[in-house]
Every structure is written in structure tokens, then in C-alpha cells.
């Protein structure tokens, strides 16, 4: 028979993986008096103390990431876990001098979203050798078959791939499976932004009548100015009516949807990958056809959750799943749960 403790874990990870996080602080007071015992490789008990986490993801100017930061700080304070925050600002090498100057210090377990993978390999090796439990959030940290050896525990991510499938079918079965589009990316060396450019490509290849504007993928390091000057420029390369437009972020999308209005192309339908506040309005609106959800409240919660669970109950390395993805929907005006995103999106809330 298993442990009160250890079956809550598993409730709560299935809960979480589900989407169905609602019922979340009886499942944790269930869990957070447990008394565990410590093995050679296991983090540290902690027992019923407040912990100390440090967390960076991409960069703060996105309201992905921001919204990232709320919910573990919110989460943070229901759970006892004081998390601290280091900026990526969206450049992996001040992302990494941020997380160098702090390998040392005293933490329970560390979350990081890495700017570019393999960027953060080695202070996390560091961590490693002092037993503090690192998670990764959204993009890989490393690849995949050097998660454990680099010193990753796990890796909360969403489907990227699914993402860009899913919007990118939705715009397909939008324009007709003909016509123009463009296609917006995110950073080339990111691996969340390779995954949505290859759910696009495995979409459109069964479009023969698709032509993309500008030959593939523009790449716009998810900077909005970036974006909408690489927009603009394709626009005015064609003076027929571009179909559609499909970005890897509600932010860049929604920094150029103006740049439309009384062109050729302004019936143009547009889809986008995030799915939080500002891009479920804009849906809300008519401004973007759908956009699909990528849950940042979910993956933040579930690293702040799973990590302080990893380290009050003392739990192995090999006892923690490698991966939890975590479920993204699309969402539009007829996909029917547009309402309950913004329930679950809302920042008071942090729950998708």
C-alpha cells in the first residue's frame, strides 16, 4: 500500500496534467505535514519549513513570462516557498551570468525556463553537485537524453508541436486551404519556437495551394517591433489579398494586426500561439480568429508545486517523471471554452 503522501503527489500531478488544478489546496494540505526519509540522492527533507526557490524564465517584457512570475509567486505564497526571480530579458547570456552569481547560494530547488538551449547546462550542473533539485519550464533546458546527467529532475512543457498544428490548421480550414500566408516566428535557437515552426510545416505541406510569403518562417526573437517591421514588409509585397498569418505569440500577433486596416489585406484571418488575457480579448474581439493555449500559468504552477513536493518529501531523482506536458486547447469564438479560459487565465486565479 502506498503512502497518504505519495498517493497525494500522484493525485495532484494527474490533476495538473488534466488541466483540472480546481481542489488544489486540499490536495496540498494533505501532503505538506508528511516526515520522509532522506537517501543518498534525494533532495534534502524540508519538512513543514518555508522553502527557498530560485525561478527565471525567457524575459519579463513578455506578458507570457510575466504572467509566468505571478503565478509562481502566487502559488509561492500558499505553499511557504519564498521564490526569488532573475530576469532572462530575453538574452541568453545575461540569463546565464544571472544564474552563474547564484549557483552558490543556499536554495531548496530551482525552476528555470532557458532563454536557448544548452545555455544554462552548466550552472545547473553545478546545482547538481550540491543536490539542489533543478526543473525545467516550457523550452529545454537540454536535450532531452542529458536532462538527468546535466542535473534536470523534470521538465514541465507544453506540446509545441500540437500548438503550432493546431492554430495553423484552424487558419487552414479558415482561408480555404489556398491563398498567401505568412508565417512569424519566435527565436530560431528557441526550442518551444522550433516546435511551433515544425506543427506549422506539418500542417501546410498537406496545402498545396498554400504559399508561404517570403519563402518560410521570418524569425522575430518574440520582440513585437521586430515583428511587425517583418509583417510589414511582406505585406507590401503583394498587392492581391493575403490570406492569413500565423505567429508563435499573442504579443507579436496583436503588435501587428493594425498594420492591416485599409490594405488589400485587411480580411485576413490570423491565429496565434498563448492563449492568455490579451490574446483570449482579442479573440473575444474578432481581432484574432483563435489562438491556442499555452498554459503558463500551469507550467509555472506545476514546477513550484512538484518541486516543493521533491523536496519536503525527499523524493529520488529516478521517482520523478522525467516530463509532464501539459494540455493546451485552442480556443476561439465557436470552440465553446473561450469563457472558461479567462476564468482559468485570470491573473487572481493562475490556473491555465
Same mark, same amino acid.
Not at 132 to 143: E, K, N, R
Not at 239 to 268: K, R, Y
Not at 320 to 349: C, K, Q, W, Y
Given at each position: 500500500?502506498?503512502?497518504?503522501?505519495?498517493?497525494?503527489?500522484?493525485?495532484?500531478?494527474?490533476?495538473?496534467?488534466?488541466?483540472?488544478?480546481?481542489?488544489?489546496?486540499?490536495?496540498?494540505?494533505?501532503?505538506?505535514?508528511?516526515?520522509?526519509?532522506?537517501?543518498?540522492?534525494?533532495?534534502?527533507?524540508?519538512?513543514?519549513?518555508?522553502?527557498?526557490?530560485?525561478?527565471?524564465?525567457?524575459?519579463?517584457?513578455?506578458?507570457?513570462?510575466?504572467?509566468?512570475?505571478?503565478?509562481?509567486?502566487?502559488?509561492?505564497?500558499?505553499?511557504?516557498?519564498?521564490?526569488?526571480?532573475?530576469?532572462?530579458?530575453?538574452?541568453?547570456?545575461?540569463?546565464?551570468?544571472?544564474?552563474?552569481?547564484?549557483?552558490?547560494?543556499?536554495?531548496?530547488?530551482?525552476?528555470?525556463?532557458?532563454?536557448?538551449?544548452?545555455?544554462?547546462?552548466?550552472?545547473?550542473?553545478?546545482?547538481?553537485?550540491?543536490?539542489?533539485?533543478?526543473?525545467?519550464?516550457?523550452?529545454?533546458?537540454?536535450?532531452? %537524453? /542529458?536532462?538527468?546527467?546535466?542535473? $534536470?529532475? +523534470?521538465?514541465? =512543457?507544453?506540446?509545441? @508541436?500540437?500548438?503550432?498544428?493546431?492554430?495553423?490548421?484552424?487558419?487552414?480550414?479558415?482561408?480555404?486551404?489556398?491563398?498567401?500566408?505568412?508565417?512569424?516566428?519566435?527565436?530560431?535557437?528557441?526550442?518551444?519556437?522550433?516546435?511551433?515552426?515544425?506543427?506549422?510545416?506539418?500542417?501546410?505541406?498537406?496545402?498545396?495551394?498554400?504559399?508561404?510569403?517570403?519563402?518560410?518562417?521570418?524569425?522575430?526573437?518574440?520582440?513585437?517591433?521586430?515583428?511587425?517591421?517583418?509583417?510589414?514588409?511582406?505585406?507590401?509585397?503583394?498587392?492581391?489579398?493575403?490570406?492569413?498569418?500565423?505567429?508563435?505569440?499573442?504579443?507579436?500577433?496583436?503588435?501587428?494586426?493594425?498594420?492591416?486596416?485599409?490594405?488589400?489585406?485587411?480580411?485576413?484571418?490570423?491565429?496565434?500561439?498563448?492563449?492568455?488575457?490579451?490574446?483570449?480579448?482579442?479573440?473575444?474581439?474578432?481581432?484574432? %480568429? /483563435?489562438?491556442?493555449?499555452?498554459? $503558463?500559468? +500551469?507550467?509555472? =504552477?506545476?514546477?513550484? @508545486?512538484?518541486?516543493?513536493?521533491?523536496?519536503?518529501?525527499?523524493?529520488?531523482?529516478?521517482?520523478?517523471?522525467?516530463?509532464?506536458?501539459?494540455?493546451?486547447?485552442?480556443?476561439?469564438?465557436?470552440?465553446?471554452?473561450?469563457?472558461?479560459?479567462?476564468?482559468?487565465?485570470?491573473?487572481?486565479?493562475?490556473?491555465?
Amino acid at each position: 500500500m502506498e503512502s497518504p503522501s505519495r498517493t497525494d503527489r500522484r493525485t495532484l500531478l494527474q490533476a495538473l496534467t488534466t488541466g483540472a488544478g480546481m481542489g488544489l489546496g486540499a490536495v496540498l494540505a494533505g501532503c505538506s505535514g508528511s516526515s520522509p526519509q532522506t537517501s543518498a540522492d534525494s533532495a534534502p527533507a524540508a519538512g513543514g519549513r518555508r522553502l527557498r526557490a530560485a525561478f527565471s524564465n525567457a524575459g519579463l517584457q513578455s506578458t507570457w513570462c510575466k504572467l509566468g512570475r505571478d503565478t509562481a509567486e502566487l502559488w509561492g505564497q500558499l505553499l511557504g516557498v519564498d521564490v526569488e526571480w532573475f530576469d532572462g530579458e530575453f538574452d541568453s547570456q545575461k540569463q546565464r551570468e544571472k544564474i552563474d552569481l547564484i549557483v552558490d547560494q543556499d536554495w531548496d530547488f530551482c525552476a528555470f525556463q532557458a532563454v536557448q538551449i544548452d545555455s544554462l547546462a552548466d550552472p545547473v550542473r553545478k546545482l547538481k553537485k550540491r543536490n539542489i533539485p533543478v526543473i525545467s519550464m516550457d523550452t529545454m533546458l537540454v536535450d532531452r %537524453a /542529458a536532462m538527468r546527467e546535466t542535473g $534536470v529532475w +523534470l521538465q514541465v =512543457m507544453p506540446d509545441q @508541436v500540437f500548438m503550432g498544428e493546431s492554430s495553423t490548421r484552424y487558419l487552414m480550414e479558415k482561408i480555404g486551404g489556398r491563398g498567401r500566408v505568412i508565417h512569424i516566428g519566435g527565436k530560431d535557437a528557441h526550442s518551444g519556437a522550433r516546435g511551433r515552426n515544425q506543427g506549422f510545416l506539418n500542417v501546410v505541406a498537406k496545402y498545396p495551394e498554400v504559399e508561404v510569403m517570403g519563402g518560410g518562417v521570418r524569425w522575430c526573437d518574440w520582440e513585437k517591433q521586430k515583428a511587425r517591421n517583418a509583417f510589414e514588409a511582406l505585406l507590401n509585397q503583394s498587392n492581391e489579398p493575403i490570406a492569413g498569418a500565423f505567429f508563435h505569440s499573442d504579443d507579436m500577433a496583436l503588435a501587428c494586426v493594425g498594420a492591416v486596416q485599409g490594405t488589400p489585406h485587411e480580411h485576413m484571418v490570423i491565429t496565434a500561439v498563448d492563449g492568455q488575457k490579451e490574446g483570449l480579448q482579442a479573440v473575444r474581439d474578432g481581432i484574432l %480568429a /483563435a489562438t491556442t493555449v499555452n498554459p $503558463v500559468c +500551469l507550467i509555472h =504552477m506545476t514546477a513550484l @508545486v512538484a518541486g516543493q513536493f521533491i523536496v519536503r518529501n525527499a523524493e529520488a531523482a529516478d521517482t520523478v517523471p522525467l516530463e509532464i506536458i501539459t494540455p493546451g486547447p485552442l480556443v476561439s469564438r465557436e470552440s465553446g471554452n473561450l469563457e472558461a479560459m479567462f476564468f482559468l487565465a485570470d491573473p487572481r486565479h493562475c490556473l491555465v
